[in-house]
């Protein structure tokens, strides 16, 4: 059990890191806190999908690889960025992910690409995802840096502000978790507003990485478990928070700027299906055709179909079909076995 107190707000709190035990395994609070987060994340996201246009089953389909794969880029990212003074000459250690070290900027980074290859997989624009998923990103940092309260970890330098937080060793620090779950808790009720007067495709998700890469930047300076950029004095997510910003801030300039708003990329998601072209001579111009001209208006007008559907003729022109191909007499010769039916009369 250990205390952590905050004198000046009048708040003192007794802290563990262990739940429970389940069957002999200790169950932390800082796994239930993450969960609870991410929990609720995917619930707000689920709620959203109407408002973005996404099919539910797109997003709990892309979740289902993207958070295998971001506790897997956490993991990694951190590996990286400590492996020579912690993992160097013990490699085994870098598999024991509970024993603490992860970072979000990696789970971020394999998040974004992994939403990216789903996206060209099942067509889907990329940025409507990404505008969707940040916003339950929001809540997941939000919740899940109380994690690091418990654990007494992610805190600043010593502080004697009326809100400094004395750890169970007497420390009076700076509670960098507060300030950073406040800045996201503040992020995300701004764009949660502002998401349903987006612009553009992808705004959403620029905005996110400005706004947390400006606060996570300036939070970043005040700790002191920053990982730094192999060996030298730069803290990689101080860094990383404020190239990430700069670039943001720049896009949305030119988006801003220089680009009209598109309310049909908006209101629908999904790219026109791909038509595969066909391997034998005329088929092959028509194909093509289809594919580059024709296909997207049609997939768009009339949703999902192919190429087959849509170049079929009326129906009830068997008969001039059957003419055409052979299968009955021409016209001429149907006129003259009428006529001879006539005279054997």
């Not at 960098?176 to 779950?181: M, N, T």
Request: proline share 3%; net charge negative.
């Amino acid at each position: 059990m250990n205390t952590i107190s905050f004198p000046g707000l009048g708040i003192s709190v007794d802290v563990k890191r262990i739940a429970f035990s389940l069957f002999g395994l200790d169950i932390y609070w800082y796994g239930i806190i993450i969960a609870l987060g991410f929990l609720l994340a995917v619930i707000y996201c689920n709620y959203r999908t109407k408002d973005f246009g996404i099919k539910k089953d797109d997003l709990l389909d892309m979740l289902i690889f993207a958070v295998p794969l971001a506790i897997i880029g956490a993991r990694a990212y951190y590996v990286l960025f400590m492996y020579d003074e912690y993992y160097y000459g013990n490699p085994q250690l870098m598999f024991q992910i509970w024993d603490g070290g992860v970072a979000i900027y990696g789970a971020i980074i394999v998040g974004v690409l992994t939403v990216l290859v789903f996206c060209l997989i099942k067509r889907i624009r990329v940025g409507t995802m990404l505008d969707l998923c940040v916003l339950g990103l929001l809540i997941g940092q939000a919740i899940g840096r109380w994690g690091n309260f418990v654990n007494q970890e992610a805190y600043g330098t010593a502080t004697n502000l009326p809100w400094a937080m004395v750890l169970s060793n007497g420390a009076s620090v700076h509670p960098c978790f507060l300030y950073e779950s406040l800045w996201n808790v503040v992020g995300f009720l701004i764009l949660h507003f502002y998401s349903k007067k987006r612009r553009y495709s992808g705004e959403i998700f620029l905005i996110y990485t400005a706004w947390y890469g400006f606060g996570r930047g300036l939070i970043e300076g005040l700790r002191t478990d920053s990982l730094y950029l192999f060996g030298t004095g730069l803290r990689v997510s101080q860094f990383f928070g404020f190239f990430t910003c700069i670039v943001a801030l720049g896009i949305l300039v030119y988006l801003y700027l220089f680009r009209e708003q598109d309310p049909e990329a908006l209101a629908n998601p999904y790219l026109p299906k791909r038509v595969p072209k066909s391997k034998s001579g005329d088929d092959e111009e028509l194909n093509e055709e289809y594919e580059d001209d024709a296909a997207p208006e049609y997939v768009g007008l009339a949703g999902e179909g192919d190429a087959a559907d849509y170049m079929k003729g009326d129906e009830g022109s068997d008969e001039d079909d059957a003419a055409f191909y052979g299968d009955e007499p021409a016209a001429e010769e149907k006129q003259s076995a009428d006529s001879a039916q006539e005279e054997q009369k």
